[in-house]
């Protein structure tokens, strides 16, 4: 259980007044540690602790000079730090109950004291020899005759290879990194990570994508351990999370609803914490998109035909419109997954490349050659656009043919496991008194990878001014049963 405590409040209350007598009593040890241990030398009369004034209320501007009968002398100096003008008071003080505190140094070993500490961290700068940790160690053994607890040095927080700013100026602050990542996400990042290593946190897509999912499959999970220390509310209840990647695509999908869509794919509604999450995440993507996306991150679904569409081939556009039909037809739950399921699935039986395949969705719905993942960009891409970008498209099938067409049947037979069908294809095609005809077999086969596959072997391939159709078909036939079939034959399931 966790329990969080106040300084102000334990000096106020009293509870280190003990402290601060035993440290005050033994100033002169304190000040020999000082120096045999950091070589830093202090005035005879330097007492490690500082009171408010009386006067003017401050506490950075005042020196204590001597300690007895329970009370302290301290002057407020005008120069004594440049941040603030102290009023030239003198005094006499007690400088228990939260009149006054000890440098942190001593403060530490205060609290090792009180609280019984067994472990304690701190930075890996104040853990060098001779620093501030060694002090605090000495004086601890010196004043208090106990062993300091275990250090626990923990390492800086890097932000792309670099350190990050304590206060504004280049790079990032802590105020950027509380205003770009929800606070459990933060907290994560901190205590996900062996202690003694720098904590090494990246705003490039891929490394921040992973971070949140990485939360998810804890939450998923519900590791209590962890959970108990990043939820704000402290309770390891599992919830949902809505994916990083997926919200990185909806947010730059205009008009979208994204908590109706959220919802629509989960298939259920989202209960009040699962709600808050998402609009903090949501809130978290768009900083993410503002401030650190690159070109290649960002996006912009085009409302008319885009003019790289105009580059694609023909198994692309057969390929669009293979898939526009899967698409349309689609139910809401899930729908990533499977259109994730499915995609390689439609672009083999075009046959594409999934290479060129994916290139063809960049190009049609973006106007790019690359893009967000294809079923992330297709699930959260309206319908209707689907509809009118993708079902309109004409295939010439002329073109197509000669495109993915393969002459040489060996190229087929190598490839086969066993042939499931085969059907005939014919094309003819009339205009500046030129007619194309292109005859082939269609073959539908399962590959040597076990996967479904299709071919279209062409049989022939003509462009001419006079062609008997009738009379070529036959010969075609004839050339296929005679010297092609028998090759295939004994494929055939
Ligand atoms: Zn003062």
Known sequence: MLKIYRLRDIYRSGQFNEAIDTILSNADKVREIY?????????????????????????GTTVVTDYSDGLVEYECKKNL???????????????????????????????WHDFKIDIEGAGADHCTRGGSRDVANGCFREIFRENPPINAPYGFFLINGLKMSSSKGLGFSARDMADFLPPEILRYVMINNQIKRPVEFSVDANKIIKLFNDYDKILQSG??????????????????GANFQLLITLIQIP??????????????ELREKELKSLNSRIASAKYWLKHYATEED??????????????????????????????I??????????????????????PISATDAFQAIYKSLLNKEYGPKVWTLLSAVPKKLIKDRFLTIDVDEVAFLREVGVKDINSVVENTKNIKSISNIKVVKSGDGFSDYIFAKKIDF????????????IISDLKDENIDFEEQEKKDEKFWKENLYPL???LIK
């Open 223 to 240: 590791k209590k351990e962890i959970l108990e220390l990043t939820e704000v509310d402290g309770s390891s209840e599992p919830y949902f």
């Open 35 to 59: 120096l045999k241990v950091s070589n830093s030398k202090k005035p005879d009369n330097w007492y490690p602790f500082q009171v408010v004034c009386e006067k003017c209320g401050k506490l």
């Open 488 to 490: 295939l034959k004994d």
């Open 81 to 111: 730090v440049s941040w603030a003008e102290g009023c030239g008071h003198k005094g006499r003080i007690s400088p228990f109950n939260g009149n006054g505190k000890l440098p942190w140094k001593l403060e530490w070993t205060a609290k």
């Open 298 to 327: 960002k996006f912009e679904l085009q409302n008319s035909t885009p003019p790289l569409m105009e580059t694609l081939t023909e198994a692309q556009k057969r390929f669009l419109k293979d898939l526009g039909s899967f698409l």
């Open 446 to 457: 399962i590959n040597k990878k076990g996967r479904d596959e299709v071919a279209f072997l």
């Open 255 to 268: 008009n979208l609803d994204i908590n109706k869509e959220i919802e629509s794919r989960l298939g259920r």
């Open 329 to 350: 037809n689609l139910d809401e739950k899930n729908k990533e997954d499977v259109i994730k399921n499915n995609i390689y699935e439609i672009a083999r039986k075009v």
